[in-house]
């Protein structure tokens, strides 16, 4: 077990619904795993708090152990149990929090989209906060991931600091505004929140809907630290259009509010060394490359008559913020330029997956398009590795990994110029950006028109220019995507923050 006081840096508790490879639905798991590492390596005590689903992938985690500990904690008037299960994921100490509850919080096969996720969360969050206490940790940070931790901000400040549980300052990191945790403000309750100090519009009050409480507003107001996963996205989010309903409470507490854009972990994302690929390849030399796409066209039955047809791919949660009718549309434009396209996704919106189902039927034996609609990690790797373009044309995204993902394994990113993808991707063709930067194709309205131009711009290179197309593949993916300069920005803010503010101050 992880002494409390055994790094010369910083004592930094993360508390999160995903972490990489062991639990993860999108981005955020990925985030969780990658920052800590980075932290870790910047020699920061970095401890992870999850909660302990049925539903975890518990091979990658190492040493998984049932310490000699019962936490208790409150929910709905009562105290109940809880089991605490320690073990490292990729190096890092991770505290899994098993609820002796008759509700079952956790044994749900499902990490979200259950009718009960408000309580699940508020109860996990209530619960992590007492394991922090009672096993007398001491972090100087305490770093929650969107709305499902965002019960802990306001709970800390309420309830802990003010009885001298006051060691930590908080950091609140929003993936994505679109998810902010609503409820009716009775059900704030549960997890020991008092609904009268805090149903108030300068605090919990859902702007739009004032029955209501809005958890990633409570953290916003009741966090020292407010970060989202890019400049531009925070940015956006400050607008009434972008907002989501919480620009007013963002622009009032702009001081604390800041956009890091994610680096994507180069460990887990190296074709070089990838244990999913049988086909190893670097910027020096493409040929695995070539050999991933020519065994992809064999397993998915495309055709492999032409090995210089090039390969579109898309790898996406199929929701509207993806831009799913573009995504639609990109599919048979590819199939009218000449090209092949995979598209790997799967959907939570039922009509939206049918639709898509039956356009995979449509194109069911067809030697230029698949459809491969369910989530899979190996084939994802092997997607990347195999293909010469990837598409997004999100209608909002906060940062995206995919695109960074696809840089590195050399597959040229083309995508709508919207959030973190107005950070990471500047088109080739535009003579205001410098040459070091260009790196894919860009487009800025969300229409065909628009995906269509830069779609046949990315065509036209690649079929008139095999040199200039490759010295793009190549320095994209020598570009640096990794954590490294994103865990500094952290660990600055947390820096400034344990110095700064006192204690029982968390504005
Ligand atoms: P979001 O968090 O909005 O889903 P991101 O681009 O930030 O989008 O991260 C998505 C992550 O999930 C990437 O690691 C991507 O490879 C992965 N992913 C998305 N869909 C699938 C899928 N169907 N199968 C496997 N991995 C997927």
Redesign the pocket.
């Known amino acids: 077990i992880i002494s409390s006081q055994s790094s010369s840096g910083l004592n930094i508790v993360h508390i999160a619904a995903e972490m990489a490879p062991v639990v ?1 639905v ?3 798991g ?1 985030v969780v795993t990658g920052l800590c590492k980075a932290l870790q390596r910047r020699g920061h005590l970095v401890e992870v708090i999850l909660p302990k689903y049925d539903c975890m992938q518990i091979g990658e985690i190492d040493n998984l152990q049932i310490l000699d500990v019962v936490i208790e904690s409150y929910f709905d008037g009562h105290l109940f149990k809880n089991k605490i299960w320690f073990g490292t994921i990729e190096g890092l100490p991770v505290y899994f929090i098993e609820p002796l509850h008759p509700a079952q919080f956790f044994l749900r096969g499902n990490v979200y989209g259950v009718h009960d996720d408000f309580k699940r969360f508020s109860y996990f969050s209530r619960a992590a906060l007492e394991f922090i206490c009672q096993f007398g940790k001491k972090p100087d940070i305490i770093h929650c991931h969107d709305w499902q931790t965002a019960f802990i901000p306001p709970l800390y400040w309420e309830l802990y600091a003010v009885v001298g549980f006051n060691f930590a300052k908080i950091c609140f990191t929003c ?2 505004f679109e998810y902010q945790g609503t409820a009716h403000a009775s059900e704030l309750a549960s997890c020991g929140l008092g609904i009268r100090r805090l149903h108030r519009a300068d605090r919990m009050m859902d702007n739009l809907n004032h029955d209501r409480i809005n958890l990633v507003k409570g953290a916003i107001v009741f966090s020292n630290i407010v970060t989202t996963v890019s400049p531009t996205y925070a940015d956006e989010v400050r607008t009434a259009q972008g907002g989501h309903g919480l620009h007013d409470t963002l622009n009032l507490h702009s001081l604390k509010f800041t956009g890091i854009v994610n680096g994507i972990d180069t460990e887990t994302w190296n074709p070089f060394t990838d244990p999913f690929l049988r086909f190893h390849y670097n910027a020096d030399d493409l040929h695995g490359k070539d050999d991933n796409k020519d065994a992809i066209r064999k397993y998915i039955n495309l055709s492999t008559k032409n090995p210089s047809q090039p390969l579109v791919a898309c ?3 199929l929701v509207p ?1 993806k831009g799913v009718h573009l995504i639609r549309h990109a599919i048979y434009r590819t199939l009218e330029l000449g090209g092949q396209f995979i598209l ?3 959907s939570p919106i039922i009509h939206i997956q049918r639709e898509f189902e039956d356009i995979a039927n449509q194109f069911q034996n067809h030697p230029n398009i698949r459809l491969v609609l ?4 190996a ?2 790797h092997f997607i990347y590795a195999a293909s010469d373009m990837f598409v997004m044309p999100s209608i909002f995204e ?5 695109q960074m ?1 696809a840089m590195r394994y050399g597959s040229v990113p083309i995508v709508r110029n919207t959030g973190g993808l107005n950070d990471s991707v500047f088109d080739v063709d535009d003579d205001a950006i410098p040459a070091q930067l260009k790196n894919g194709f860009t487009f800025s309205k969300a229409d065909e028109l628009g995906l269509n131009n830069a779609l046949e711009r990315a065509f036209h290179l690649y079929t008139s220019n095999k040199d200039g197309w490759l010295q793009l593949v190549k320095k994209n993916m020598r570009t640096d995507f990794s954590w490294n300069s994103s865990s500094v920005q952290y660990e600055k803010l947390y820096l400034q923050t344990v110095a700064r503010t006192t204690n029982s101050e968390f504005r």
């Open positions: 993860k999108g981005g955020l990925d993936h994505n790898i996406t949660r913020q790997l996704g799967s369910k989530y899979d990690n084939l994802s906060p940062c995206g990994l995919t993902i």
